[in-house]
């Protein structure tokens, strides 16, 4: 199951790997000897019951709504949005981030690493990640983190409670 499930989550999954979950998961829970065993495959039988219309976006669209499986999706910048501040390219791990001050940066998807801190930093909301697009403040993306309240090169920014 471990196996189908890594292949699904890397963009590899294919027709008839949610059957085969079903399968396993069923054959595991009748065959089991113990009370561990009969349980085992309850997580991945349950979320193929509740959520499988997102097992099935994985196989045949290739998407994470969640955003979580990294192979699946990936960062942008909006040319528009980015103001060349820096933030993200100063705090990138990978260093895949360059441009010049006040100009527009780049995104090298060979080096990103996809940990999201390009999107957390960026004070103009220039990234989209999985094709939505972040790119207005919106209090429904608001991470809560403070990080752009502390970064921000023209304190421009303050959070408050409501």
Known sequence: MLEVLTDI????????????????????AKASL????????NPVLTTIRYFRDEYEAHIRDKKCAAGVCKPLFYYEIDEEKCTGCTLCAKKCPEVAIT??????HHLDQD???KCGICWIMCPDMAYS?????????????????????????KDAIEMREE
């Open 99 to 104: 441009g010049e001050k006040k100009k527009f």
């Open 111 to 113: 080096k990103c690493i």
């Open 129 to 153: 990640a999985n094709e939505e697009e972040f790119y207005d403040w919106d209090e429904r993306y608001c991470k809560g983190c403070g990080i752009c309240v502390e970064e921000c090169p």
């Open 9 to 28: 989550c890397a963009g590899n999954g294919k027709e008839g790997d949610i059957e085969l979950l079903e399968e396993i998961g069923d054959m595991v």
């Open 34 to 41: 113990c009370g561990l065993g009969t349980s085992a495959p």
